[in-house]
């Protein structure tokens, strides 16, 4: 079994990320063809160990393991303590690689501890979550949020690899695997029409999970991902086009506390959002905005926002960290395959489309 290598190029290093179903069983081999040492440490949740532990070490065995709280409300900076004192009890040291298995929250979690554990120390991504696999485990951002805001504590501390296997998705919950799927969408409207095309075709083969399929999207999410990171590792230019829903998407996850979105969902309203406003402005022609809409709508229903106030959702975009200098930049699609940045989208417009998705004035 040969995976598709798909090499990262990031300031410090290049490092790969290998996508293939199954490629876990064999995580030594391809540990050791990027170059990782052999003092290793996994960390994961007790829900995702539940599921693959038993995986992980037969494919390390040995391998010492530590389990931290999951989920976005454990995504603090407390978790982080939590995860310093496990390493320091084991003695992990900068010879040390510390192997994040779970979704989006671990690997975020676990790679900041890495960032900063004795100033850094080496990480590898093993993600769970089809969400994690096409799009948190890729680029080197790591962090864990504020109560005011999303994200707003981090680092960059690109990995020494990515291990991408497919097969690991068959474990997740229906729920999961449509919010990553939203992400994938994502990367369909902002970079590839075929890609987006091939969603909506295949939709049915999707959610029954076939490898061929499911590894066929994956692959192509890395590879958009990809490109975008090694052109702008630090997001002070293209990179900004990977939040394509997100500025809405992290103000709503804000507001409930993230408790009732999964982040993909967040995401999907987001690019609804940003859709109505592309295409309000005459960027989105009615034929792709419908597409898009109706491609989230055979997804699956998203849960209610109709409880929400507009101001207390624009009160979260102002705290988001893609506001600078005062101005919020926002990413609006310019047809499927293609977006632009603006930094001119006003509060009335913001409401009006927010009203769109069910958010009360």
């Not at 693959?52 to 040995?62: Q, S, V, Y």
């Not at 020494?160 to 449509?178: G, M, Q, S, W, Y």
């Not at 066929?216 to 702008?232: F, H, N, Q, R, Y």
């Amino acid at each position: 079994m040969q995976p598709t290598r798909i090499n990262i190029r990031s300031a410090t290093h290049t490092y790969p990320v290998f996508v293939a179903h199954g490629v876990v069983d064999h995580i030594a081999r391809w540990l050791a063809a990027a170059g990782v040492g052999t003092r290793r440490l996994l960390l994961s949740s007790p829900t995702v160990w539940k599921r693959h532990g038993e995986t992980l070490m037969a494919a390390l065995p040995g391998v010492e393991h530590l389990l931290v709280p999951d989920g976005e409300r454990s995504k603090t900076l407390q978790t982080v303590a939590r995860i310093y004192e496990s390493l320091i009890r084991v003695g992990a040291d900068r010879q040390s690689t510390i192997i994040a298995v779970g979704g989006g929250v671990i690997g975020d979690t676990v790679g900041f501890a890495a960032a900063t554990y004795l100033r850094g120390v080496d990480l590898v991504h093993v993600p769970t979550t089809l969400l994690a696999q096409v799009d948190s485990s890729i680029g080197g951002k790591v962090g864990v949020n504020h109560a005011l805001g999303k994200n707003l504590i981090g680092a960059f501390h690109p990995p020494a690899a990515v291990i991408a296997d497919p097969r690991l998705l068959d474990t997740l919950p229906k729920r999961e695997f449509r919010a990553g799927l939203y992400e994938v969408v994502k990367y369909g409207v902002i970079a590839s029409r075929a890609l987006f095309e091939r969603i909506a075709i295949d939709l049915p083969r999707i959610f029954a999970r076939e490898p061929d399929v499911i590894t066929e999207i994956v692959t192509a999410s890395c590879w958009i991902k990809a490109e975008v990171v090694a052109a702008d590792e630090r997001e002070t230019g293209r990179r900004r086009v990977l939040n394509f829903g997100h500025t809405t998407g992290h103000a709503l996850e804000a507001v409930t506390h993230y408790r009732r979105l999964r982040h993909g969902e967040a995401v999907a309203y987001g690019m609804l959002v940003a859709a109505h406003i592309g295409a309000s402005r005459g960027l989105l022609d009615s034929d792709d905005h419908t597409a898009l809409t109706d491609l989230i709508g055979r997804m699956g229903p998203l849960p209610a926002v109709t409880d929400l106030s507009a101001s207390a959702v624009l009160a979260a975009m102002r705290r988001d960290k893609k506001v600078v200098a005062g101005r919020l930049h926002v990413v609006l699609p310019n047809g499927i395959g293609d977006t632009v940045i603006v930094d001119d989208v006003t509060e009335k417009d913001m409401r009006r489309a927010l009203r769109a998705i069910g958010v009360r004035a």
